[in-house]
């Protein structure tokens, strides 16, 4: 049984297409927490995510925007760095950073990037972790300056600082990406389909996660457990008692639903959120 004691999140995964405006207006005045949206610059059936985002965050007015995740090696971590913290400024803080270290590599060579291993990737991706947080950093004085292997930043003054401390949240399944996450990354985001075992892996997984925060010398409640879903079987009230087993015993904080459905949207902030806070309320007072 594992509950980091997070406050609870709901937000919708909306596809970056025609009407995920729309969807995201939806979810804003439906009261959700987040929107977000999937990245893959390849794909030219989709919207680029970066300008879906900033139209997004321009035509809402309090929910939070989040790519779910971006694509780090289609989007170095300098300028990253610099849209994200802009963004931020823009929006008044509603923006937080879902970042992957790229899954098809292929794709991305075909568009310009480098292909790498997966080991290479992880390696690549923590590498632009320190860079994005170098950057943001505007309380240090001196420049950023990093020889890595896969990203050099030489002598890069600092900012503009965010709004407000970006989240920064890390797709990942395999060990070494669950390791990175637990040293670097203040919240984990994958999707439930897409977890080794399910439901039934997440012990496993959040134990690698919790070793490396410790291994860091973090503690491993700083690392938030989000949640996609992409396929919800039954009605919404049945996702209530689901959900607040997650929170109490998995640990999972935020809940993040696919399926661009308006009325999914409004059911999940009326129905779904209320009742699991209150569950997970009472549990937590027990």
Same mark, same amino acid.
């Given at each position: *049984?594992?509950? =980091?004691?997070?406050?609870?999140?709901?937000?919708?995964?909306?596809?970056?297409?025609?009407?995920?405006?729309?969807?995201?207006?939806?979810?804003?005045?439906?009261?959700?927490? /987040?929107?977000?949206?999937?990245?893959?610059? #390849?794909?030219?059936?989709? #919207?680029?995510?970066?300008?879906?985002?900033?139209?997004?965050?321009?035509?809402?007015? @309090?929910?939070?925007?989040?790519?779910?995740?971006?694509?780090?090696?289609?989007?170095?971590?300098?300028?990253?760095?610099?849209?994200?913290?802009?963004?931020?400024?823009?929006?008044?803080?509603?923006?937080?950073?879902?970042? $992957?270290?790229?899954?098809?590599?292929?794709?991305?060579?075909?568009?310009? $990037?480098?292909?790498?291993?997966?080991?290479?990737?992880?390696?690549?991706?923590?590498?632009?972790?320190?860079?994005?947080?170098?950057?943001?950093?505007?309380?240090?004085?001196?420049?950023?300056?990093?020889?890595?292997?896969? #990203?050099?930043?030489v002598g890069a003054k600092r900012g503009p600082a965010p709004a407000h401390d970006i989240a920064v949240w890390v797709g990942a399944y395999?060990?070494? *990406?669950?390791?990175?996450?637990?040293? /670097?990354?203040? $919240?984990?985001?994958?999707?439930?389909? =897409?977890?080794?075992?399910?439901?039934?892996?997440?012990?496993?997984?959040?134990?690698?996660?919790?070793?490396?925060?410790?291994?860091?010398?973090?503690?491993?409640?700083?690392?938030?457990? /989000?949640?996609?879903?992409? @396929?919800?079987?039954?009605?919404?009230?049945?996702?209530?008692?689901h959900f607040a087993d997650l929170a109490l015993n998995h640990g999972i904080s935020a809940f993040i639903i696919g399926g661009d459905d308006?009325? *999914?949207? +409004?059911?999940?902030?009326? +129905?779904?959120?209320?009742?699991?806070? +209150? /569950?997970?309320?009472?549990?937590?007072?027990?």
């Amino acid at each position: *049984m594992t509950d =980091y004691g997070h406050d609870l999140l709901f937000g919708t995964f909306v596809t970056p297409a025609p009407g995920a405006v729309e969807l995201a207006q939806t979810a804003d005045r439906a009261g959700l927490d /987040l929107v977000t949206f999937q990245d893959h610059p #390849y794909q030219p059936a989709f #919207y680029d995510t970066w300008t879906l985002l900033s139209y997004v965050a321009a035509q809402t007015s @309090r929910i939070r925007v989040s790519g779910n995740v971006l694509n780090l090696p289609l989007r170095p971590p300098a300028p990253l760095a610099r849209a994200a913290a802009s963004l931020d400024i823009l929006s008044g803080g509603r923006f937080e950073l879902g970042i $992957g270290a790229g899954g098809f590599q292929d794709a991305i060579a075909a568009m310009g $990037g480098r292909k790498l291993t997966p080991a290479q990737s992880v390696d690549a991706l923590a590498e632009g972790i320190a860079i994005i947080r170098d950057l943001w950093d505007t309380d240090t004085r001196s420049r950023v300056n990093h020889d890595g292997t896969y #990203y050099n930043v030489v002598g890069a003054k600092r900012g503009p600082a965010p709004a407000h401390d970006i989240a920064v949240w890390v797709g990942a399944y395999k060990p070494k *990406m669950l390791a990175l996450t637990g040293a /670097l990354g203040d $919240g984990w985001l994958p999707t439930m389909e =897409y977890v080794p075992g399910g439901p039934a892996g997440l012990p496993d997984a959040n134990a690698r996660i919790d070793e490396a925060a410790l291994s860091a010398g973090r503690d491993p409640a700083a690392v938030r457990r /989000l949640m996609n879903f992409m @396929r919800m079987d039954g009605p919404p009230s049945s996702w209530i008692d689901h959900f607040a087993d997650l929170a109490l015993n998995h640990g999972i904080s935020a809940f993040i639903i696919g399926g661009d459905d308006h009325a *999914m949207a +409004e059911a999940l902030a009326a +129905e779904v959120a209320p009742a699991v806070r +209150e /569950l997970v309320k009472r549990e937590r007072g027990a």
